[in-house]
Each structure stands twice: as structure tokens, then as C-alpha cells.
């Protein structure tokens, strides 16, 4: 038995953004509070979104300023900012960090409290004003997920929230938006995508429906991201990432995922390393780690990369671990240890260790991992 949760429509294409406007009029509640990122301001990325909500009669404010790992004092900002401007619109153009802040104004705008009194699963009482979602980067899959991570900067503590109510009522995906990426960026949020395939597909809540999404967006993305990291104006390759990430959201929004990301969280919110960057410097260490507990899944995904089967599942496996080492090579990604001193991973290890277990996530993974093995998988990662 199994559960399909899904946002009310997705539209995908070169210059689907121009239609904001008519899906603000369409889905919303009024005005709009277009939450982005400043680099997507003052480069014009986002201006087809501004002209179109203008066109629209609809464009109430914009608040931009959203780091990559949005903390609850942004979250606040913007809703003050949401409330004096009378929105009732969310639109939300960028990459994780402005989605899972406009997730959050939402929430908080209709509960009321903090976002620690929502940490969890299932724990927010009522739906909050409409989001439209429009992403930037091909990587985090927020736009069709009911997620949000907002890092509590009193606590250093990334704190998730899953609930349906956080889906989006619509995604706009317009691969033209995703031209403005850094190398390094496309990178860190393809990883990212990959990841969400990965995971999606092994976990233990994975079903026949999440994981044809999952192997679908495992093999474009091996293919393309390459491309797009080496050829950052080749449309194709832009096309198929953004596919690809989108299915990855929508398999994990159905299957969650697991162990990587738990471990992942504690990495942003003690030392400021991007999401994307955390799950890439965890992810070969992890996978090699799990192959055991799914080796029939693994294998599947390999063959979804690329791989040739190569006689039991588990030396298959072993292959699209191999695909996955070399992805990540030859993209640049840093390792743990440039990123860090193993003075500084020691002492917040005990802690890290805790809120990776708090999350939840690694009680989805195919090998269960006990807090002391948690404990030596960062250490192998470094």
C-alpha cells in the first residue's frame, strides 16, 4: 500500500515564465510577494517573473535578500514584508533557499509560532496562502516537494519540516532561467538532483511508482550534467537537468530520502556548507557504505547510469558506484577535508551525529547505521 501526494499542475518549457501572471491570477489570493535570491535580482534572471506579475496588475513587493542557507531571522524579514504589503500570493524564483523560505512565510503566516514548533512530519495544522514555485537551479527539487529546511541561528540547527500543506499549488519551470549558473553551482545542485534519485529510489519508503521517477531522473542526470557543467549554454543538457531534478522532487516528495541527507543537514548548519556541495562530499562514502541493504536497487540504478551488468547485483552496484565516484571528480566537487579542519568535524561530531538521527532521514536508509557508525562515515568522508 502506498500514498501519491503531487502539487495541482507543473508547466515546463523555454519562457514559461512570462506566464506567472496568469497562474498568480488563476491560483493566488492577490497581490504577490516574489521571494528570490540578489544575484537573480540584479542580473535580470528573475525580471520575466517581475514583468509578467506587473502585466498581471499582482506585483506586491520583492524581498531578495535570501543566502544560500536561509535562517529563521530571513524567514521573519520576509513575512513581516508579506503582511505590511496585504499579499496573499507567494512566488517563489530561485533555488532552494527562496523556495524554502517562501514554504516557510506561508506557514508561519497561517500558524502563527516559530518554525521549531513545525519540526517534523506531519505536525502543521492548516494550509497556508498559495505558492508558485519557480526554480533556478536544477538541483534541490523544492518546487514540487512538501519540504522545507530553514537553519535556526540561535541553535546552528537546520530544521526540517515535511507536511503536504508546504507543496506548492503550482511549478513553473522554464529551463531558460537556469542559463545564469556558475559551473561550480550547477555542480553542487545537480549532485544534489542526483542525490534525490538516488536516495528516493533505495529508501525504504520507495514504491513501483517512485522508482520508475527515480531511475528515469538517476539516468538523465548522469548523462547531461556533465554537459551542462562543461557547456553551460547547451540547451539540451540544460533541458534534461531541470527534467531530471523535477522527477528526482517528485520521487523523494513520495519516498523521502535517507541517509545522506540526514548527515548532510548538520554539515550546512554548523559550517555553512551549501546543501548540494554536503550531500556530494558524503555521497561515495555513504553509497559504498549502503550497497549491501538494496544491492538489487543499486544495481537498477547503475544500469540507469550507464553501467554494464556485471554478474551478481552487488558487483553492479559496485559499478554505478564507480560512475557516481567519477561524476563527482570530474565536476570539481571539493572534498570534506577542503572544506574543513578534522579539528573543527571533531568537535561538533557528537552533535552532528544527534541531528542527523533527529532528522529522521536515516531510518530510511536500506543498511540501517547506528549512531557510532554515523560517527565514522563523516570521519570517512574526511
Not at 178 to 198: F, N, S
Not at 219 to 229: H, K, Q
Not at 240 to 253: K, Q
Request: include cysteine; proline fraction near 7%.
Amino acid at each position: 500500500m502506498w500514498n501519491w501526494f503531487s502539487l495541482k499542475g507543473i508547466v515546463f518549457g523555454e519562457g514559461k515564465a512570462a506566464s506567472t501572471g496568469l497562474f498568480a491570477r488563476q491560483w493566488g489570493r492577490g497581490r504577490a510577494l516574489v521571494i528570490t535570491g540578489p544575484f537573480l535580482r540584479r542580473s535580470g534572471v528573475v525580471e520575466p517573473v517581475l514583468q509578467s506579475l506587473r502585466e498581471a496588475g499582482l506585483l506586491g513587493a520583492v524581498f531578495s535578500d535570501i543566502p544560500s542557507e536561509p535562517t529563521d531571522r530571513h524567514v521573519g524579514e520576509a513575512l513581516d514584508l508579506f503582511r505590511r504589503e496585504r499579499c496573499g500570493t507567494i512566488v517563489a524564483c530561485g533555488g532552494g533557499g527562496p523556495i524554502d523560505v517562501a514554504k516557510a512565510v506561508s506557514l508561519l503566516d497561517a500558524n502563527g509560532g516559530t518554525i521549531r514548533d513545525y519540526a517534523g512530519v506531519g505536525r502543521v495544522p492548516h494550509p497556508g496562502v498559495p505558492i508558485i514555485a519557480i526554480p533556478t537551479t536544477a538541483g534541490s527539487g523544492s518546487e514540487v516537494s512538501g519540504t522545507t529546511i530553514i537553519t535556526e541561528e540561535a541553535a546552528h540547527e537546520k530544521l526540517l519540516v515535511i507536511s503536504m500543506y508546504l507543496v506548492p499549488e503550482i511549478a513553473i519551470l522554464d529551463p531558460l532561467l537556469t542559463y545564469g549558473m556558475p559551473p561550480a553551482l550547477t555542480a553542487a545542485t545537480g549532485v544534489d538532483a542526483l542525490t534525490h534519485a538516488i536516495e528516493s529510489c533505495v529508501s525504504r519508503k520507495a514504491t513501483k511508482l517512485t522508482i520508475d521517477f527515480s531511475l528515469r531522473a538517476a539516468g538523465r542526470l548522469a548523462r547531461f550534467l556533465p554537459v551542462a557543467f562543461a557547456s553551460p549554454d547547451d540547451a539540451e543538457a540544460r533541458r534534461e537537468c531541470l527534467l531530471g531534478s523535477l522527477e528526482a522532487g517528485i520521487a523523494f516528495t513520495n519516498s523521502s530520502v535517507a541517509l545522506v541527507h540526514g548527515m548532510a543537514r548538520p554539515l550546512g548548519a554548523k559550517f555553512g556548507i551549501p546543501h548540494g556541495v554536503s550531500n556530494a562530499v558524503l555521497l561515495e562514502s555513504i553509497m559504498r557504505f549502503s550497497l549491501p541493504g538494496a544491492p538489487e536497487r543499486y544495481a537498477r540504478l547503475a544500469e540507469a547510469m550507464g553501467a554494464v551488468p556485471a554478474g551478481t547485483p552487488l558487483e553492479t552496484a559496485r559499478a554505478g558506484l564507480g560512475i557516481v565516484s567519477r561524476l563527482v571528480r570530474e565536476l570539481h566537487i571539493p572534498r570534506l577535508r577542503d572544506l574543513l579542519s578534522r579539528e573543527a568535524l571533531d568537535a561538533q561530531l557528537d552533535a552532528m551525529v544527534r541531528e542527523a538521527v533527529a532528522s529522521g532521514s536515516p531510518a530510511n536508509n536500506p543498511r540501517p547505521a547506528s549512531p557510532e557508525e554515523i560517527a565514522s562515515l563523516y570521519g570517512e568522508a574526511f
